[in-house]
Every structure is written in C-alpha cells, then in structure tokens.
C-alpha cells in the first residue's frame, strides 16, 4: 500500500495533507525517511510514525454506542444529529451503524467499516437475538406474554418470529419488561406492544447477538470493542 494512502486511511489527514507531512520530514517508516508518498508499506509490518505517534494500521474499528434519544442512526443527516457524530475518536472514514435505532431509542449500537460482520448480523436469516428493556403505558400481562412467544399480527406479510417478554414489573396502569426478538422489522418493538394494544414510552437495547451493553457507558458515550467481544459477534456468523 502506498504510505499516502496508509496514512489518510488511518484518519491521519487527507492525501495532500499527508503528503505535505512526508515532505516536510515528519514521517518516518521503520526509523527512516521516505523515499515519497509513493513508498509502498506493508501494513502490520512496516512502522510508521508520524511526528513522533506510531500510527499501526486497523483495517476494521468496532465501537460499542450507548445512542442518546435524539440522534439519528445514519452516516449523513441534513437536519439532525448522527450517530457519527459522537464518535470523535476514530481512525477510519468509512464507519457505519450495524443497522438502526429510532430517534428516541436509546442504547446498544454497533459501529464499525466491518461490511461483512454487519451483513451477517443484520441478516434476517441468521436470527440474531436483541434484547430490549422498555417501559409501557398499561398493564403488561401473562396472556401478552404468550402472545408474544406465538407471534404477532403487525401488518406485515406473516406473524413475527416468537419473542420472549419477560415482565420485570407492571401495575395497572405501567410496566417494564425485556423483550428479546431476533427480526429486525421497522419500529418493531412498537408496533409489537401496538399489536397487544399498549404503547412504548422508553425504549433501550441492552444486548445484540450476545455482545452486551456495557453499564458504564453514559448515553452518547462510547468504547472500542474488546478482541473477545468482537470474536463473540464472529459467532454469530
Ligand atoms: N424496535 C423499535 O420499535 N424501535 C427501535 O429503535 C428498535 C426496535
């Protein structure tokens, strides 16, 4: 890979950027100075340092979002806030969400350039489990839970796949519970409380295909996942 190009990609500037560095001295590769911008570099091999920071190359970045309510899931928005927007720290350009929450969801939010893990988790083939903690407006009870483990009718072509509710408490006019499906319908959740005739007044992911929100993450925090965190979501492949 050219050294331009290494570096750009590791968010280090852009091309002319970069090859304004190169000239002025301020990169070397493996403790030398570059012959040009064009110096090939073997990435995971060679070291490069960039006025005076390793710089490793990463093909993939994964970062765990706790989405705050009120930013879009998306790369671009005309009007609103992105989920892109929050995470400042990153090296690559070519970052997405791992699908959607809506605006006023909160929680657990994959980010990564990794097309192919994103493919196989949003995949409706592979069932991959999310959990949900929700609060509802009225009384959530036994018979809702057998409905949502039989599926339910939410106006799409076939019933939803069976879902696990579990009622954490409810009275007769609230509740919380969990919920776990493994579609990934538009406003599902929503539409499934619709369905029973019962609205969702908060809503938050806690886990996706086995990886698990973690509880110190603030909303609008976020981290890098962990090797072991990101071989879970491998498994799921
Ligand atoms: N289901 C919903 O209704 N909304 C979400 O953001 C996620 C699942």
Known sequence: MRLDKYLADMGIGTRSEVKQQIRKKQVTVNGLLPTGPQQQVEPGEDEVICQGEAVPYMEYEYFMLNKPQGCVSAVTDRGHQTVMDLITKKNRKDLFPVGRLDKDTEGLLLITN???????????????PKTYYARICGEVTQHDVTQFAQGLDIGEAKLTKPAKLEILCSGPMA???????TEGKFHQVKRMFQAVGKEVSFLKRLSMGGLCLDASLQPGDYRRLTEAEINLLYTWH
């Open 175 to 181: 509740a919380e519970v969990k919920l776990t499906i």
């Open 114 to 128: 990794d097309g192919a893990l994103s493919h196989a988790l949003l995949s409706p083939g592979k069932h991959v």
